[in-house]
């Protein structure tokens, strides 16, 4: 009898040997039967150690292309927008600090007149500095979103601005060479700035009369060496042509132009 129940149970103790060999395998098999879960990469290590570089290489790539796409849905919003100059009187006292009362910018030049600029020109400008396509920091710290929420306020504050009266500049240079100067801009430059200088709103053109001579000096400088993003090919390579001199008898003239 003793020997029957042993028989009885051999079986089912195989059967429970057979079945706990069978859970252990499939335990063993159950990452690539759940290759799904969440989390779980099946390339081998190396190969994921490979993609992060790539990816990150990839996005830096195209950053420059999202940012051109987002700022220029931004200033297609804002030049669409139907400005309110209440608004934009009281945005602009962020501005003030540093551009003056009137937006004549300050005494030593460094900081530009903005005060009677095309409205389209501060509209461009102050995407581009929100968007990283112009640099100066403290200009991309007051056109971020938390100063200037939307396209919105960008319009507002920039149609203030543009209505407010052109002083003449604060700074000029030491008027060597104005003859010179004024024969190089009227072939250069007059064409797109036109002959006294007053820019085109319709084209997003600046004014350049009146501008204060060491931040036109600076800003012709910095678009001569590339530093300027937005600057087109053309008008980069027209302002390679010129000495450092000559950049410095040119921003002179125009400085001297009433506004």
């Known amino acids: ?28 098999r159950l990452p690539l039967q759940r290759g799904g879960i969440k989390g779980w990469d099946p390339r081998p290590l190396t190969a994921r150690r490979v993609a992060w570089p790539v990816l990150l290489l990839m996005a830096l790539a195209n950053a420059p292309l999202w940012a051109a796409a ?40 460094r900081i530009p007149v903005i005060a009677g ?39 507002d504050v920039a149609s203030y601005v543009s209505e407010l009266p052109a002083p003449p500049a604060q700074s000029i240079g030491d008027g060597k060479q104005l003859v010179f100067a004024a024969d190089v801009y009227g072939r250069l430059c007059a064409s797109c700035h036109g002959v006294t200088a007053a820019g085109d709103g319709a084209r997003e053109v600046p004014r350049l009369a009146g501008q204060n001579y060491n931040y036109l000096l600076q800003q012709l400088s910095d678009a001569a060496s590339g530093r300027r993003p937005r600057m087109s090919a053309d008008h980069l390579a027209l302002l390679q042509r010129f000495m450092p001199a000559d950049l ?7 400085s001297r132009l009433m506004p």
């Open 1 to 28: 009898m003793r020997n029957e129940a042993r028989n009885d149970r051999s079986p089912l103790s195989a059967a429970g040997s057979r079945r706990s060999g069978s859970d252990c395998h499939a335990s063993r």
């Open 70 to 109: 987002v700022s220029q849905q931004e200033l297609a919003r804002a030049l669409a927008s139907r400005p309110d100059r209440n608004h934009g009187q009281q945005l602009f006292l962020i501005c003030a600090g540093c551009h003056g009362a009137s937006g004549n910018g300050s005494v030593d030049g």
């Open 117 to 155: 600029q095309h409205f389209s020109v501060l509209v461009a400008q102050l995407v581009d500095f929100r968007n990283a396509r112009r640099l100066d920091v403290r200009m991309q710290a007051v056109s971020q979103s938390h100063r200037l929420p939307s396209a919105q306020d960008i319009a």
């Open 248 to 254: 410095g008898a040119v921003a002179d003239y125009l």
